[in-house]
């Protein structure tokens, strides 16, 4: 009983430093699937079961068409923005679009400017302890999984 009141005490904490924290311009995330539970999980410190990071609801075919290589490791730049910023597609970025969103019901949205990838994607409220928030825009580039930032 206790563990999980200290677990639950953790997560709160873990969700309230995301959205009160100071928000960065670029976030340099990674993702693996792991092939016993045919499931992507973003690659990050969390309290919680690990099946809160997982990556479904056209998240994980996004990082299935990203993983070319089938190397079961996927790394992303992400710049989250209130405004569309059409010249970071020159820079290699396509773009996330919010169509709607709740706050503890996670977020949708279109992909824009990724040949060949025609689905929706929906971000679920852990999100918010990344980025702090849903952005109305959300640009990604996929870089070299071994690249420094």
């Keep these: 009983m206790l563990n999980k009141a200290i677990m639950y005490a953790k997560l ?3 969700y309230a430093k995301g959205m009160c924290g100071l928000r960065r311009r670029v976030y340099d995330l990674q993702f693996v699937f792991v092939p016993e539970d045919k499931t992507w999980y973003i690659d990050m410190p969390w309290p919680g079961d690990r099946y809160n990071l997982a990556m479904v609801a056209g998240s994980n ?3 299935k068409f990203l993983d070319k290589k089938e190397e079961y ?3 992303v730049l992400v710049r989250p923005t209130k405004e569309r910023l059409s010249q970071l597609e020159d820079d290699g970025f396509f773009e996330c679009e919010k169509l ?5 019901r996670g977020a949708t949205y279109k992909v824009n ?8 994607i929906w971000i679920c409220p852990v999100t918010l302890t990344v980025l702090g928030h849903y952005p109305k825009y ?5 870089i070299n999984i071994d690249a420094q930032a």
């Design 12 to 14: 709160a904490w873990v």
């Design 61 to 63: 075919h996004l990082l």
């Design 73 to 75: 490791r996927v790394r």
């Design 100 to 104: 709607f969103s709740r706050l503890l």
């Design 113 to 120: 400017g990724l040949e060949g990838f025609t689905r929706e």
């Design 138 to 142: 959300i640009y990604i580039k996929q």
